[in-house]
């Protein structure tokens, strides 16, 4: 059942939807493994999750933990840092950064993150085919003696508070 409160609320949800962009286009700033800075505004990759820049990980047994977030920030930067990419966007998340698919060239950055190892699908299906090539070819993370879920992750550093 429609009310004018509920009206009222949807029209002011579409008047400020209409006065962000729904698309961004211009030189990349990396901030870390799943953000970039473009057109000034924060941007976050839609539908996956990347290691936080404090995440550590396990090359192998005999060898010593690596800083993950930064090497996959690292891995981004060198992939589309300083390029010209597209977002697409497709919500604002309430720290007001832009949420959609960043392209290069036509190509899907998200899924070429999941697809070499550097995060994980996350928030629907949309990469799952992605990350199950992913540990099949033990890229990335799925290569590591022990890297963590960045989800668990965050909720460990947050238990220890």
């Known amino acids: 059942m429609r009310t004018a409160l ?6 002011a949800v579409d008047r400020l939807w209409r006065r962000k962009p729904r698309v961004l286009k211009g030189e990349a700033a990396v901030t870390d493994g799943d953000g970039l800075l473009v057109q000034g505004h924060a941007v976050r990759f839609a539908a996956l999750d990347a290691p ?3 995440q550590l990980a396990k090359v192998d047994e005999d060898g010593a933990w690596i800083n993950h977030g930064l090497k996959v920030k690292d ?3 060198e992939e589309v840092g300083g390029r010209h990419v597209r977002v697409a966007v497709e919500s604002w998340d309430r720290h007001g950064r832009a949420v959609g ?3 290069l060239d036509g190509r899907d950055i998200g899924e070429w993150l999941v697809r070499e190892g550097h995060a994980v699908a996350a928030y629907g299906d949309r990469y799952k085919d992605a990350e199950r090539d992913a540990k099949e070819a033990c890229r990335g993370m799925w290569g590591y003696a022990r890297a963590f879920d960045p989800r668990w992750w965050r909720h460990r550093k947050a238990a220890r508070k």
Request: glycine share 6%; aromatic share 6%; net charge negative.
């Open 52 to 54: 936080e820049f404090d």
């Open 75 to 77: 891995a981004l930067t």
């Open 101 to 103: 698919t960043v392209t």
């Open 6 to 11: 509920g009206d009222a609320l949807a029209a």
